[in-house]
């Protein structure tokens, strides 16, 4: 069995519209300002895929479970599944690769706490058609004003070339 391959990760909290490579996510981020209102989280109720037709299949809907234990994907983008190869749709982030569950559950963890929106870019194993993603993380508050939901924006980066595989099933346990 090789190492996990390195996810090579960049990280930021509360990014500036600049910092995005694809402007797709940074019309997002100016999407999620609009919806908060004088400092507080917008409502998970505030998600209307209406208006997001720019960006709709690279969405994701992530739940916390058990108050950040894990995390579920709600909905997982046609874009996204499309260029994986799988729907997670109903899956939980614990399932994926186990240095891929690491990073993004700290992150949704952190952004549970902090209730700020996240910038974050990983390149997957050298052996999966995306080169590199790039994901927006945006936190929507409960009626108890907790974050209870994720919207998240995650485009890709360019593709590689050559004989590159799609998520294996079942994702868990070793990398491909």
Not at 29 to 57: C, Y
Not at 138 to 164: C, E, M, N, T
Request: proline share 10%.
């Amino acid at each position: 069995m090789s190492p996990p391959h390195p996810l090579n990760p960049f990280v930021q909290e509360d990014p500036d519209p600049a910092a995005f490579e694809d402007g797709r996510l940074a019309q997002l981020l100016a999407h999620w300002r609009g919806l908060a209102k004088d400092g507080e989280l917008p409502p998970s109720t505030a998600i209307d895929p209406s208006v997001l037709v720019f960006i709709l299949g690279w969405l994701m809907i992530i739940d916390p479970v058990d108050g950040g234990a894990d995390f579920a994907y709600r909905l997982y983008g046609s874009s996204i599944a499309e260029v994986t190869g799988r729907d997670l749709t109903g899956c939980k982030v614990s399932d994926s690769f186990p240095d891929f569950a690491t990073f993004t559950s700290e992150i949704y963890r952190n952004a549970m706490q902090s209730r700020r929106p996240v910038l974050t870019r990983h390149t997957p194993h050298r052996r999966m058609v995306v080169a590199r993603w790039e994901r927006l993380i945006l936190p929507f508050a409960g009626s108890d004003g907790s974050v209870q939901r994720f919207l998240v924006g995650a485009v890709i980066l360019g593709r590689r070339s050559g004989d590159k595989r799609r998520l294996p099933w079942p994702l868990g346990g070793d990398q491909p």
